[in-house]
C-alpha cells in the first residue's frame, strides 16, 4: 500500500526557516518524481516544485512564487522527500502535501495518484 | 504560463442530477490533465487521469473528455458523498497549474 507521510509543520516567524519531510513507502521511491503542492486556508490547490529522480539528475523545478526561497531533495535510501523553506513569509501559510509525481521512465506520464494528508505551516509573528 | 480557466466556480444540484464542469487551458496541452476531487478537511483524490481515463476504484458516473484546450468533467447521477470541490490540473508544461475549483453543493 503506498503511504506518504508528511511531518514538519507548525508556526514559524516571517523569515525563518522550516524543513518539511514526506516518508514514503509502498512503492519504488528511487523511480519517482515527487512533487509539493500546497493550500491555503479557503483557498484552491497550488504546485509548489517537483524534484526528479536520481536517474534524471534529482533536478528540480519551482512555482515562481516560491523560487529562491525553497529547496526540495530527496534521501532514496530512507525514501524520504523534503521541502526547505527559507526566507518565509506570510503568503505562506497553507497545507503543504507531498505527492507521487509520474515515474521515471513513464512515456506517458500519469502524476499525482497519490497524496499525503498534509501538514500545516503558519507564518506569523 | 498556462492559465487554467475552470467554470463554473459552484454549483447547486441534487442527488440524481446529471453535471458538468468544465476547463479551459490558454494553450494546448493535449491529454495532460487531471480531475481531483476534495473532500473538506482531506487531501484531493485523483479521479481521471490522461483527460479521460477513470482512475481505479472511482465509480463510473465519473466520466472526464477533452484535449488540447477543452476538458470536462461529468457526474452522470449524482450522489450524496459526491458532494466537494473539483479541480482540473494540467502537466503539460512548467509551472504545473491548476483550475480555481468547482464547488458542487446540494440544492
Known amino acids: 500500500e503506498v503511504q506518504l507521510v508528511e511531518s514538519g509543520g507548525g508556526l514559524v516567524q516571517p523569515g525563518r526557516s522550516l524543513r518539511l519531510s514526506c516518508a514514503a513507502s509502498?512503492?519504488?521511491?528511487?523511480?519517482?518524481?515527487m512533487s509539493w503542492f500546497r493550500q491555503a486556508p479557503g483557498k484552491g490547490l497550488e504546485w509548489v516544485g517537483f524534484?526528479?529522480?536520481?536517474?534524471?539528475?534529482?533536478?528540480?523545478e519551482f512555482a515562481a512564487s516560491v523560487k529562491g526561497r525553497f529547496i526540495i531533495s530527496r534521501d532514496d535510501s530512507k525514501s524520504i522527500l523534503y521541502l526547505q523553506m527559507n526566507s518565509l513569509k506570510t503568503e505562506d501559510t497553507a497545507i503543504y502535501y507531498c505527492?507521487?509525481?509520474?515515474?521515471?521512465?513513464?512515456?506517458?506520464?500519469?502524476?499525482?495518484?497519490?497524496w499525503g494528508q498534509g501538514t500545516l505551516v503558519s507564518v506569523s509573528s | 504560463d498556462i492559465q487554467m480557466t475552470q467554470f463554473p466556480s459552484s454549483l447547486s444540484a441534487s442527488v440524481g442530477d446529471r453535471v458538468t464542469m468544465t476547463c479551459r487551458a490558454s494553450q494546448d496541452i493535449r491529454d495532460e490533465l487531471g480531475w481531483f476531487q476534495q473532500i473538506p478537511g482531506k487531501a484531493p483524490k485523483r479521479l481521471v487521469y490522461s483527460a479521460s481515463t477513470l482512475q481505479s476504484g472511482v465509480p463510473s458516473r465519473f466520466s472526464g473528455s477533452g484535449s488540447g484546450t477543452e476538458f470536462t468533467l461529468t457526474i452522470s447521477s449524482l450522489q450524496p458523498e459526491d458532494f466537494a470541490t473539483y479541480y482540473c490540473l494540467q502537466h503539460n508544461s512548467v509551472p504545473y497549474t491548476v483550475g480555481q475549483g468547482t464547488k458542487l453543493e446540494m440544492k
Open positions: 505527492v507521487r509525481d509520474s515515474k521515471d521512465t513513464s512515456i506517458i506520464p500519469r502524476p499525482f495518484d497519490y
Open positions: 509502498g512503492f519504488p521511491f528511487e523511480d519517482y518524481y
Open positions: 524534484i526528479r529522480s536520481n536517474a534524471y539528475g534529482e533536478t528540480t
